[in-house]
């Protein structure tokens, strides 16, 4: 015979399906409700980038800083060795515009990276399978930055002004002015 109680096994089988339960719940809000085939109202666009940066799979794609899909895969092609982006969009944003652009953005300084879609005035709509063709690459910050820090004048490596105005005609602009009667301020 059983020591068991019905009321501990009844607690011990109500916990189990809390638990259970919780679980489901927890994955469900973890993939944005879309468990495989189901929820999976999403379709597909892709895009060309010459330079991704850090952007990963299941980066978000957004609009306005609102989120409207993800990152569904990165390939490479092999004859135009540019990267191919597959971006899967939720369904309820089936009415964006065939010039839609992108471009590989960063929240914030050392953020994560995401793909920022700019509609345009196109009244045809992307469909399932399109390609968007305005697309910018991703900026290197460090050499940005770097490019900026090390420029200078002639004296380091930058160009001169007269490098920079060959034909000479920054000294012909306060003769111009003069001409047009407007004076540049006096000083």
């Known amino acids: 015979m059983s020591n068991r109680s019905p009321r501990i096994e009844f607690a011990v089988g109500a916990f189990l399906l809390l638990a259970l339960a919780s679980l489901l719940v927890l994955a469900i809000s973890s993939t944005n409700g879309k468990l495989g085939w189901f929820g999976g109202n999403d379709y597909e666009i892709t895009a060309r980038f010459s330079n991704l940066g850090p952007l990963r799979a299941n980066a978000p794609v957004k609009i306005g ?3 409207i899909g993800r990152v569904s895969h990165i390939t490479l092609d092999p004859v135009k060795l540019d990267s191919v982006v597959t ?16 471009a590989i953005l960063t929240s914030g300084l050392l953020g994560e990276s995401y793909v ?4 345009g005035g196109d ?5 399932a399978g399109d390609q968007i063709f305005l697309t910018q690459s991703s900026v290197d910050l460090i050499q ?6 090390f420029s200078g004048g002639a004296d380091n490596g930058g160009a001169s002004a007269e490098d920079a ?11 111009y002015l003069q001409e047009s009667g407007t004076t540049p301020p006096k000083e």
């Open 65 to 67: 800083g609102v989120a």
């Open 87 to 102: 971006l899967a969009i939720d369904a309820r944003y089936d009415d964006l515009p065939a010039d839609t652009s992108a």
């Open 116 to 119: 920022g879609l700019q509609p």
């Open 123 to 127: 009244p045809e709509p992307l469909k």
């Open 144 to 149: 940005m930055v770097g490019k900026y820090m």
């Open 165 to 175: 105005d060959p034909a000479g005609q920054a000294d012909d602009v306060p003769a």
